[in-house]
């Protein structure tokens, strides 16, 4: 189903600080109450919009592309190897120099070595001083910010609810709206998932579903790599008997009538109702969303550059998306955890899977991605984010999650791993961080999910301490993060 959102709120409630409630406290004594202090802060914000957050980066990105490895790559194994380790700490793979002197890959990232003088290595985010080894509770922090207290009885996290943390997507659709018809926040090609708990974290949760994601979701199962070839997009055109014109009419008769039943107008006014309407009735119009799906109309040597496979299209469709104006687009690894075959939850045939399977499809889509990016004059106002949930055991073979694993295989690991960052006013060519010699623990540079989160609100002109109201109304702070300005140029 199409759900357009309105326009962010209009009271800045939505919007206090926790820097601004812990004013509150010392008030009192002036006769300032609470809704004194929402209503000068509204009207600073009116008056000065650009007091509001600011520093290095801040506001940066237009756009953020999210690309989410769900499963939990192995870091060892990919873009952080270590020398002069155990040999069941070492990786199966030979290192390469990077385009970053001093900085190795393995040879599994022949593409990706050659751009990452675009980007900035995080080598080491991490759950200290508290692991989340559950793929669901770690994949719902990284998108929410927030640990959640419903566990079920096998250990995993129950379903996704409308009390849930919204996930990151939706609170920045809401506080900043797409400027053009355009859908705000895709998610593709499957959902987030574990097991049977399918969709925990990739909700718009307490904020309604108005600013839930666009889901494309094709037909065919995670192995077909052709699926992006069928993308149905029916809600976003018209049918063939109805014209722009014709639509606009209907537009015009419908608010005719609402304005002659005020009590129904009345009724329905809290919901902007009108405003959702006439958002969904621009996007369809316009054609524009329509328009970005096409994939067929970039050039065969450009699609054969991303892969010609789930994600590599999806990457290519996210630059298509942007690109025509949406605001946040989730690619999810298209291949669950718990599962075999192109998973990154290598817990068995780590060789095998690794080198034949993913991490072929990951070095071809991702320095596509960045590449195109910036040869368009995109990287600059797109913010790319490239992480899972966690890493991989520094051992091959041992225990660490309850997990049964081969010699030939890791098992889940949250105290140290790598992402990849670019675009927005992120640094190029940088790597920030550092992990102890045996990839287990940071040395320098730790980022908690929690402050990677701030960093992208941040880069996208939302202050992370923002208060928002969940479905108690009860305040809560955006996440309580802080911002890794080290990361911003």
Known sequence: MLVIPGAAAKSDCDRVTRRDLLRVGGSGVLGVTLADLF???????????????????FGKAKSVIFIYLQGGPSHLDLWDPKDNVPDKVK???????????GTHVTELLPKLSQVLDKTTLMRA??????????????????HTGYTTDKVSASGQLEPPSPKDFPTLGSNIIKMKPPTVPMLPF????????ESNVVGKGGTAGFLGKGYEPYTL???????????????????????EELTPVRMEKRATLRETISKGMPEIEEAVAKHDLDEYYGKALGLVVSGRAKKAFELAEEKAALREKYGKNTFGQCLLLARRLVEAGTRFVEV????????????????????????????????????????????????????????????????RGVSTSGNQNSEDGRDHWPYCYTGVIAGAGVKRGYVHGKSDKTASAPVEGAIHPTELLATIYHSVGIKPDTIVYNHLNQPRELVKGEVVSGLLG
């Open 125 to 142: 985010v991490s759950y200290t001083p508290y692991g989340l080894f559950n793929h669901t509770a770690a994949i719902y922090q990284m």
């Open 186 to 193: 895709v998610m593709m090609p499957r959902p987030l998932q």
């Open 332 to 395: 999810v690894w298209p291949k669950v955890a718990n599962s075999d075959n192109h998973s990154w939850d290598v817990h068995v045939g780590l060789s095998k899977r690794m080198k034949d399977q993913a991490a072929p499809m990951l070095d071809a889509g991702l320095s596509a991605l960045i590449t195109d990016l910036d040869e368009r004059g995109l990287l600059k106002e797109t913010l790319v984010v490239c992480v899972g949930e966690f890493g991989r055991s520094p051992q």
């Open 39 to 57: 209503a000068l802060q509204k009207a600073r914000a009116n008056a000065n919009k650009a007091e509001i957050g600011g520093g290095p980066g």
């Open 217 to 239: 979701y094709p037909s065919g199962d995670d192995m077909d790599m052709a699926k992006m070839d069928r993308i149905r997009t029916d809600d976003l055109k018209l049918r």
């Open 91 to 101: 990786s199966v793979f030979k290192h390469q120099q990077t385009k970053l002197t």
